[in-house]
């Protein structure tokens, strides 16, 4: 693994992340709330409709969960982009072990609500989001 093909995996990463900060964003407000929904419907598989945005409570928690998440995959960006030449090996295993803790964390509370089909999309959000980064690159590989 390279450290080139590293900083490039760390964009998908903050990609991956901060992409759910505009949806639940979007959560927030009655008014635009139906891809919140419709993601939390298809994160508690089956999609049966029964998630809702009413409660103003559970838009106030869309909102802080959009915030936190749009600023988790900014902070992955500009550390790809700013700190990594400076420290490829400690970037690699921040963002790991970020990533692994928000897998550890949010599992174990879907499970625990009733939630566990959301474990099996966490872990294909898992794999995606770490990809090549669970393996120090190797400056001048090929690979």
């Known amino acids: 693994m390279t450290i080139q093909f590293h900083k490039f995996w ?8 901060g992409s759910f900060g505009p949806v639940f964003f979007l959560g927030s407000m009655a008014a635009t709330s139906e891809p919140a ?10 999609v049966d409709g ?17 915030g936190f998440l749009f600023g988790w995959g900014v ?15 400690e970037v690699r295993k921040a963002v790991v072990a ?9 599992s174990s509370g ?3 609500s009733g939630n566990v089909s959301n474990v099996f999309f966490n872990l ?9 980064m669970w393996v120090k690159a190797r400056p001048g590989s090929t690979v």
């Open 50 to 66: 029964i998630q809702n945005f009413d409660a103003p409570t559970t838009r106030f928690l869309s909102a802080l969960t959009g």
């Open 10 to 17: 760390l964009k998908i990463s903050a990609f991956v992340v």
């Open 124 to 132: 294909a959000v898992l794999l995606l989001a770490v990809g090549p």
């Open 37 to 46: 929904r419709w993601t939390l419907d298809f994160l508690s598989f089956p």
């Open 110 to 112: 879907s499970a625990a």
């Open 98 to 106: 970020g990533i692994c803790a928000w897998f550890i964390l949010d």
């Open 75 to 89: 902070c992955i960006w500009f550390l790809q982009k700013w700190v990594y030449d400076k420290a490829p090996d």
